[in-house]
């Protein structure tokens, strides 16, 4: 059976799917690109320094193991402990970014929007239960727009580096909870940042992850 793979996710592993180096994917937009919303101060950090870290502390970790030649969805599948952590953090974060898009927010249409509709009614109550998920994800973690074994959606929450790529889950997008991602701009405040994410959310993007899974049931396999 073909593995799902997240659309157009520039992980360096998509080109040759096993690499011996981790390295860190480049932002699909300019520092800058998400503000008001998200600043550019804030992506310097997060991406910068936090994503970054991930990126370097997990190439230290897997030299000389087992993950050294894997894939990062190979490492995140398979390991533990800080091995996973890291991978994981990885993945999430490039996930999250991709997530997002300048001039985007909005309500999806299509079979994305249908299938909302579907499972929550009107998309306003839709936001309304991303935002309780978001608000009682305790502590650091994730938000996560999923599409179930049985094609329906769900909201899941993760606490840590946890992630819906080792369930039987897809992930369609995510929002990233952890304090770090929001602090400078909206200190404490974790609803307004989640308020101001329906502003950035690339629905192009959860609809093409949605798109690509169907293409899979279906054995299509998609041009690259």
């Excluded at 503000?35 to 310097?44: D, F, M, Q």
């Excluded at 909302?116 to 502590?139: L, Q, R």
């Excluded at 798109?211 to 690259?224: E, F, L, M, N, W």
Aim: net charge neutral; aromatic share 12%; glycine share 8%.
């Amino acid at each position: 059976m073909r593995m799902w793979r997240p659309a157009k996710l520039p992980f360096p592993q998509q080109k040759g799917f096993i690499m011996a180096k981790i390295t860190l994917p480049e932002l699909p937009y300019a520092m800058d690109a998400l503000s008001p919303h998200i600043s550019k101060e804030t992506l310097e950090f997060h991406y910068g320094k936090h994503h970054k870290t991930y990126v370097e502390t997990l190439n230290k970790l897997i030299a000389g193991t087992e993950f050294e030649n894997k894939s990062l969805e190979e490492i995140v599948k398979k390991s533990s402990g800080k091995i996973f952590n890291n991978a994981a953090q990885v993945w999430n974060h490039t996930f999250y970014w991709n997530s997002m898009a300048p001039k985007a927010g909005g309500e999806p249409d299509g079979v994305l929007g249908e299938a909302i509709e579907k499972k929550w009614g009107p998309f306003d109550t839709f936001k309304t239960e991303f935002g309780k998920v978001a608000a009682d994800t305790f502590g650091s973690g994730w938000v996560w727009l999923v599409q179930t074994p049985d094609g329906g959606l769900d909201l899941k929450s993760t606490s840590n580096a946890q992630t819906p790529l080792t369930t039987a889950d897809k992930p369609l997008l995510t929002c990233d909870v952890w304090e770090h991602a929001y602090y400078i701009d909206y200190r404490n405040k974790r609803p307004d940042y989640v308020g101001a994410f329906w502003n950035v959310v690339n629905w192009k993007f959860a609809a093409e992850n949605m798109a690509s899974g169907a293409a899979d049931k279906a054995g299509i396999r998609k041009a690259s």
